[in-house]
């Protein structure tokens, strides 16, 4: 199983150590828009693989689901991309400010 996470920052890092510890069988995915040096212990591991594409991470077709733990002001656009994908999501909250942009997440993310 592979899971696409979204961010490295505190909450991606949690979310890739507890994976990383917890699930000998899970690979990682890993999208973040730039390249840090605080990323290197995680980036470091066999099972993990890393990219600032996200046209490479989003055609990446063994992903078996993602999590968003980027800004709280991104999630929206990153959920609404996904969405089409029909694999799981979690996103890290607050999903969105905008009940607007809620209603609209929630509408293309519900089974059909």
């Given amino acids: 199983m592979t899971l696409g996470i979204i961010g490295l920052g505190r909450i991606g890092m949690l979310f ?13 995915l890993v999208y973040s828009p730039r390249k ?3 990323f290197t212990t995680i980036i470091s591991s066999t099972r993990v693989r890393f990219t600032t594409d996200w046209k490479s991470f989003l055609t990446e077709t ?6 968003i733990a980027a800004p709280s002001d991104t999630h929206f656009d990153y959920v609404k991309q996904l969405a089409t994908k029909g694999k799981p999501i979690f996103c890290e909250k607050p999903l969105d400010l905008s009940l607007q942009k809620i209603n609209t997440i929630q509408k293309l993310t519900e089974k059909k």
Wanted: aromatic share 10%; net charge neutral; charged share 20%.
């Fill in 62 to 67: 063994d992903i078996n689901g993602y999590i």
């Fill in 36 to 38: 840090q040096k605080r």
């Fill in 16 to 28: 890739s150590h507890v994976i990383l510890q917890t699930f000998p069988d899970v690979q990682i």
